[in-house]
T-cell receptor, first 113, second 113 residues
Framework: NAGVTQTPKFQVLKTGQSMTLQCAQDMNHEYMSWYRQDPGMGLRLIHYSVGAGITDQGEVPNGYNVSRSTTEDFPLRLLSAAPSQTSVYFC????????????FGDGTRLSIL | AQSVTQLDSHVSVSEGTPVLLRCNYSSSYSPSLFWYVQHPNKGLQLLLKYTSAATLVKGINGFEAEFKKSETSFHLTKPSAHMSDAAEYFCVVRDSGNTPLVFGKGTRLSVIA
């Protein structure tokens, strides 16, 4: 029973490099989202998706791209990494009803040098 | 628009004494409300949720929360703190299934032996 799986768990990048953070869920959830967590800031929403082929921006979308080609996968792309994107990234999924809680992955710790 | 305010960024209690973590929310609808816990270097775990049934909600590990519509509050309590309760706690609101969750900035709970 895997739930939400994020890879990699840790990553170090140089400024200007690109990379993709992977997120997969096996619960057939329609709603998926990406957050970043920084000290004292709580979790801030980057992008979210309400179903395959549908994505929307959250609070802090700049510098990130997403796509949702399947129900299971929701990758987050950093186009040109910047030191300000050093953070812990969490992927989450839930059913379509508002009373269904989100299930979180274990996070990806990303450092940009 | 929905929003969440966690009134204390840090709460410190002695082991065996009561815990109170305060949360006020703003929502245009009848929201769903959640409390999540995050232990150091871990992902987020659901503690409890309110979804318009009983106003007093019981969660895991002895925590409970009371929904008070007149005060727009959803405070988290526990009668007796344990050392293992030391963690970051997040109050979360969600208006509907296709809208993003909104997180408070978190309350760090310290438990003193």
């Amino acid at each position: 029973n895997a739930g939400v799986t994020q890879t990699p768990k840790f990553q170090v990048l140089k400024t200007g490099q690109s990379m993709t953070l992977q997120c997969a869920q096996d619960m057939n959830h329609e709603y998926m989202s990406w957050y970043r967590q920084d000290p004292g800031m709580g979790l801030r929403l980057i992008h979210y998706s309400v179903g395959a082929g549908i994505t929307d921006q959250g609070e802090v979308p700049n510098g990130y791209n997403v796509s949702r080609s399947t129900t299971e996968d929701f990758p987050l792309r950093l186009l040109s990494a910047a030191p300000s994107q050093t953070s812990v990234y969490f992927c989450a999924s839930s059913g379509a009803l508002s009373n269904q809680p989100q299930h979180f992955g274990d996070g990806t710790r990303l450092s940009i040098l | 628009a929905q929003s969440v305010t966690q009134l204390d960024s840090h709460v410190s209690v002695s082991e065996g004494t009561p815990v109170l973590l305060r949360c006020n929310y703003s929502s245009s609808y009848s929201p769903s409300l959640f409390w999540y816990v995050q232990h150091p270097n871990k992902g987020l775990q659901l503690l409890l949720k309110y979804t318009s049934a009983a106003t007093l909600v019981k969660g895991i590990n002895g925590f409970e929360a009371e929904f008070k519509k007149s005060e727009t509050s959803f405070h988290l309590t526990k009668p007796s703190a344990h050392m293992s309760d030391a963690a970051e706690y997040f109050c979360v609101v969600r208006d509907s299934g296709n809208t993003p969750l909104v997180f408070g900035k978190g309350t760090r709970l310290s438990v003193i032996a």
